[in-house]
């Protein structure tokens, strides 16, 4: 026998599992294997890989999604990985959606038009964010090194497939209509694209002075960007965490996070949301979430790099790092504030009897808890 082989075997209880299997997807998920003792009854799935989604491969870059669709329980928010080579373009579009991004790494210059006719245009890079109004008219275009990142949108249901793109609005407009509208002749018109161009190959645009456009309406009043990852962070024994929401980045009215890193061995400690589910991206590393769902029901599950995690509201639950590197993931939020409750927190600023009693411990323990939110424990 293959002693190497994980099998689902704890103690006496479980026994060996002969096959057919996929081994690495079992060595990537030890705690559904081999779930721990406290787990018990039945949690929705709240684990999808960016890996195991279509990809959508285009003349410039490529991009994948994880939706309702993918991942049944994240009704309030889906998300995009897109990758842009250098010069290539999302092109000129707007969603029925707000569109929250992080740059994972390389860099990008992004655009937009609000409703009064005032312009946004700046380039972003590897931890910064940009946040797009719904119906607010954007587009991407990727500098020297090509870009990659990540789309987050609030709605479960949303589809990058699903967006108004102008070179499709112009492929269903008659032309004698577009020709009225802008002032040009048909003849003007012969090679407007049949169809969507969507992501599409160009040159890496000129330096961000030579790009401006000076709108009569001026800028538009709150920038729709964002340094995240120049933010101070709150630090802890355990590792960091940086939340930027409506506080300090006025323009991202329905989406708030927090970038979270966890040192080896480190938790996000016990804790829930007390108003929204939980989108998590995993950007490195690797580790288990434990989830309590109230009635005797709990559920551990495991991710990586890559990885989309979901957490229903109000659900307890905890982050572990289990490898031998830094864990940082992204907590998305469908609003425009961040808010958790600390389990150690709470029953810190109660009085400590009560909690004593509850537990069965000496009083003397829960007046040693901390009174401030830790948020990482070493």
């Given at each position: 026998m293959n002693t190497d082989l994980p099998q689902p075997q704890r103690g006496r209880k479980g026994g060996t599992?002969?096959?057919?299997?996929?081994?690495?997807?079992?060595r990537q998920n030890p705690d559904l294997l081999v779930p721990p003792a406290e787990d018990a009854g039945t949690i929705p799935n709240l684990k999808f890989s960016m890996s195991m989604a279509h990809t959508r491969i285009e003349d410039?870059?490529?991009?994948?999604?994880?939706?309702?669709?993918?991942?049944?329980?994240?009704?309030?928010?889906?998300?995009?990985?897109?990758?842009?080579?250098?010069?290539?373009?999302?092109?000129?579009h707007w969603h029925k959606q707000s569109e929250w991004a992080y740059v994972l790494r390389g860099s990008c210059r992004i655009g937009a038009v609000d409703q009064e006719g005032r312009n946004f245009l700046d380039d972003v890079e590897q931890g910064d964010l940009w946040f797009f109004p719904k119906g607010v008219p954007h587009h991407i275009q990727a500098l020297g090194e090509g870009v990659e990142f990540l789309l987050v949108f609030d709605d479960g249901m949303f589809s990058e497939n699903s967006t108004f793109m102008i070179s499709d609005y112009f492929a269903h407009t008659p032309r004698s209509v577009i020709a009225k509208n802008f002032g040009w002749t048909p003849e003007q018109l012969a090679d407007l694209p049949e169809r969507e161009k969507y992501i599409f190959s160009g040159q890496v645009p000129p330096p961000l002075e030579s790009d401006a456009v000076v709108s009569p309406t001026g800028d538009v009043p709150r920038t729709f960007k964002h340094r995240m990852l120049a933010q101070a962070p709150e630090?802890?024994?355990?590792?960091?965490?940086?939340?930027?929401?409506?506080?300090?980045?006025?323009?991202?009215?329905?989406?708030?996070?927090?970038?979270?890193?966890?040192?080896p061995g480190g938790l996000r400690e016990l804790h829930w949301h007390p108003t929204n589910d939980e989108w998590q991206y995993w950007i490195s590393g690797q580790g288990r979430m434990g989830v309590f769902a109230s009635s005797g029901v709990n559920r551990?599950?495991?991710?990586?790099?890559?990885?989309?995690?979901?957490?229903?509201?109000?659900?307890?639950?905890?982050?572990?790092?289990?490898?031998?590197?830094?864990?940082?993931?992204?907590?998305?939020?469908?609003?425009?504030?961040?808010?958790?409750?600390?389990?150690?927190?709470?029953?810190?600023n109660t009085p400590s009897q009560v909690s004593a009693d509850t537990l069965n411990v000496p009083r003397s323990m829960i007046d040693a808890l901390p009174h401030s939110k830790q948020r990482i424990m070493a």
């Amino acid at each position: 026998m293959n002693t190497d082989l994980p099998q689902p075997q704890r103690g006496r209880k479980g026994g060996t599992d002969t096959g057919p299997r996929n081994v690495e997807l079992d060595r990537q998920n030890p705690d559904l294997l081999v779930p721990p003792a406290e787990d018990a009854g039945t949690i929705p799935n709240l684990k999808f890989s960016m890996s195991m989604a279509h990809t959508r491969i285009e003349d410039g870059g490529w991009t994948r999604e994880v939706t309702q669709r993918e991942l049944p329980v994240a009704t309030q928010l889906a998300g995009v990985d897109m990758k842009l080579n250098p010069g290539a373009y999302r092109e000129l579009h707007w969603h029925k959606q707000s569109e929250w991004a992080y740059v994972l790494r390389g860099s990008c210059r992004i655009g937009a038009v609000d409703q009064e006719g005032r312009n946004f245009l700046d380039d972003v890079e590897q931890g910064d964010l940009w946040f797009f109004p719904k119906g607010v008219p954007h587009h991407i275009q990727a500098l020297g090194e090509g870009v990659e990142f990540l789309l987050v949108f609030d709605d479960g249901m949303f589809s990058e497939n699903s967006t108004f793109m102008i070179s499709d609005y112009f492929a269903h407009t008659p032309r004698s209509v577009i020709a009225k509208n802008f002032g040009w002749t048909p003849e003007q018109l012969a090679d407007l694209p049949e169809r969507e161009k969507y992501i599409f190959s160009g040159q890496v645009p000129p330096p961000l002075e030579s790009d401006a456009v000076v709108s009569p309406t001026g800028d538009v009043p709150r920038t729709f960007k964002h340094r995240m990852l120049a933010q101070a962070p709150e630090r802890f024994d355990g590792g960091s965490a940086r939340v930027t929401d409506s506080t300090n980045f006025a323009a991202s009215e329905t989406i708030s996070a927090a970038l979270v890193e966890i040192d080896p061995g480190g938790l996000r400690e016990l804790h829930w949301h007390p108003t929204n589910d939980e989108w998590q991206y995993w950007i490195s590393g690797q580790g288990r979430m434990g989830v309590f769902a109230s009635s005797g029901v709990n559920r551990t599950f495991n991710y990586q790099a890559g990885d989309v995690g979901y957490v229903p509201f109000a659900y307890g639950h905890y982050v572990e790092n289990t490898g031998t590197e830094p864990l940082v993931f992204l907590e998305m939020f469908r609003s425009p504030r961040f808010e958790d409750i600390s389990l150690s927190q709470w029953m810190a600023n109660t009085p400590s009897q009560v909690s004593a009693d509850t537990l069965n411990v000496p009083r003397s323990m829960i007046d040693a808890l901390p009174h401030s939110k830790q948020r990482i424990m070493a």
